[in-house]
């Protein structure tokens, strides 16, 4: 079978990692990794593909920095004509960015079989461009990974049980790379000793609805500010932040630096005092190295997290930020509970692909 896997986003490449490792070791699968270009940084894409020995994207449509329209509409183009091209038998997403939206609306139009890998998350909230990315490309997958019971009964909620569609529930494969790579990590990583870190917060701030609005990237940053006047912040920035930032005139006063490979980002997860993000993938990754986390928005798709008291939801208010890193600095928990499939996911998902009747 041959199967093509759009990736473009550094989430994206390290799901892919996990995923492309159980396919190897499957022959009859024969994985063609097209990159749509979406992230272009040599250590917001290159990075991962050395470190992670992830194999090389066969294509990379170069296509990043538009406006949403036109960056899913090139990507739409540019996918659909290597679909055709490759004669492939079915084509596998990634969680919710525009590359994911892109890949399976190209595959669909062309009755290609769509596998979405984190199917079935919901955040309720219309206006973030994941939400409208991850309900359409379910609606249109034939195979649902699920990582969660949660996301399979937000599927269900939704009516897909009168769908053609086939939902398996395959856990995490976060889990399953941060299980891997935490293996190697210290080999591979120095950031510990580079940046002199002993006691600190690691912190990732990168989306649209925090860093596209003024008074919540001002509220995140005073909150952040006052955090850092009492334990060291790491802040490992996205270029969309750093950039922003520089265009409102913010003062950011943390240890910032340029963002990280995924071995010095396990060593800072492994290493550090608490979490603070807005990221999808650092939520769990807290979890997966029983580290707390506070979590700038309104509202998370990974509730088991929150309900569990793992994760606290702060927003974007500098006093709630800052209470609730108080609070859950001085939090212990009990991290052995198993919410994510304990690291088996990919090879699950390999193997249902191998055995898949989906058309
Ligand atoms: C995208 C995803 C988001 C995901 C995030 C992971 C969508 C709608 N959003 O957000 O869900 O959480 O990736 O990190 O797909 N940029 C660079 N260098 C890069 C990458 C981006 O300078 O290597 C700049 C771009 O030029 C752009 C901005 O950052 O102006 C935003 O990039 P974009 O890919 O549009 O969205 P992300 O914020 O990265
Ligand atoms: N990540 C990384 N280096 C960084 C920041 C993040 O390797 O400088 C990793 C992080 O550990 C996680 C993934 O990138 O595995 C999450 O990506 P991101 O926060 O960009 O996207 P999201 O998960 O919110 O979609």
């Not at 329209?69 to 659909?80: D, P, Q, Y």
């Not at 976060?174 to 293996?183: G, K, R, T, V, W």
């Not at 208010?317 to 600095?329: K, R």
Request: charged share 25%.
């Amino acid at each position: 079978m041959k199967l093509l896997t759009i990736i473009g986003a550094r989430p994206q490449f390290i799901k892919a990692a996990a995923v492309s490792r159980a396919f190897s070791k499957i022959k009859s699968i024969n994985e063609i990794i097209v990159h749509t270009g979406q992230h272009f940084d040599k250590n917001m894409s290159e990075i991962f593909f050395t470190e992670m020995d992830i194999p090389k994207p066969s294509y990379n449509l170069n296509i990043n920095s538009l406006n949403h329209g036109a960056m899913t509409g090139r990507m739409l183009e540019g996918i659909e004509e290597i679909v055709l091209k490759e004669k492939a038998d079915m084509l596998m997403v990634y969680g919710d960015t525009n590359s994911t939206i892109a890949g399976a609306l190209a595959a669909k139009k062309l009755h290609v079989p769509v596998a979405h890998v984190e199917a079935g998350l919901r955040s309720f909230n219309m206006r973030m461009p994941e939400e409208v990315n991850r309900i359409l490309t379910d609606r249109i997958s034939d195979l649902l990974f699920c990582p969660t019971d949660k996301a399979i009964e937000n599927l269900t909620k939704e009516g897909f049980s009168y769908f053609p569609s086939k939902i398996v529930k395959s856990g995490d494969v976060m889990q399953d790379a941060a299980l891997y790579y935490s293996q190697k990590s210290e080999k591979f990583s120095n950031i510990i000793a580079t940046l002199s870190l002993s006691d600190f917060i690691l912190c990732t701030i990168h989306r649209a609805e925090n860093t596209d609005t003024k008074e919540r990237l001002n509220e995140i940053i005073n909150a952040i500010n006052e955090i850092n006047s009492i334990k060291t912040v790491v802040i490992p920035l996205h270029p969309r932040t750093r950039k922003l930032i520089s265009d409102y005139g913010f003062t950011l006063q943390a240890k910032v630096i340029d963002p990280v490979g995924y071995f010095d980002m396990i060593e800072l997860l492994k290493k550090c005092a608490l979490v603070i993000t807005d990221s999808g993938g650092l939520q769990k990754e807290a979890f997966f190295f029983e580290k707390h986390c506070v979590t700038l928005r309104d509202e998370t798709e990974w509730v088991e997290l929150t309900e569990g008291g793992f994760n606290k939801l702060a927003g974007a208010n500098c006093n709630v930020i800052v209470q609730s890193v108080n609070e859950m600095l001085k939090k212990t928990s009990n991290f052995s509970v198993n919410l994510y499939g304990g690291g088996k996911s990919s090879e699950i998902i390999a193997e249902e692909i191998a055995n898949d009747k989906a058309d």
